[in-house]
């Protein structure tokens, strides 16, 4: 309980830290090849690092970094579905507490959308889903 407490304490004080490598991310100078317009989600094409980025808020959840890694470039209208997906997720009656049962519905979410509306081979490995604090699954 008091673990949970915490979590969603340093979930809502911290303001933003991703999951990308810090050799990854050092020097970013990559533009958005596609972006998305989602209200809570945000999705581009990162093409230095051959990535898929998407940005957002779900549930408790402040903000969520998921990076989809070494894909190709995604078309707008495959941009479009992936933030659509994101901002209609339903967390249901899952205990929004536990953090990492937010983290692991957008996982399963962007591995479907890749899996069988992109027919992109990816695997739950090439999905990083991150919290603020660096939680990730």
């Known amino acids: ?9 340093a979930l ?9 490598a810090t050799g990854d991310a ?19 094409n990162v093409a230095s690092i051959s990535v898929v980025q998407c940005v957002g808020t779900l549930a408790n959840v402040n903000l969520l970094n998921i990076n989809v890694k070494d894909v190709s470039v995604l078309s707008g209208d495959q941009i479009k579905v992936l933030d659509d997906d ?25 591995l479907s959308d890749f899996l069988n509306k992109f027919n ?14 660096g939680i990730c699954v």
């Open 26 to 44: 050092a020097d970013e100078t990559a533009t958005a090849q596609a972006t998305g317009s989602g209200a809570l989600f945000d999705c581009k």
């Open 12 to 20: 809502g004080a911290v303001s933003a830290v991703g999951c990308v």
């Open 86 to 110: 994101l901002n209609n997720l339903n967390i249901g009656d899952i205990n929004i507490l536990n953090g990492n049962n937010v983290l692991n519905i957008v996982k399963s979410t962007v």
């Open 120 to 133: 992109i081979d990816v695997t739950k490995n090439d999905i990083d889903v991150c919290a603020l604090v």
């Open 1 to 9: 309980m008091i673990r949970s407490m915490m979590l969603v304490c």
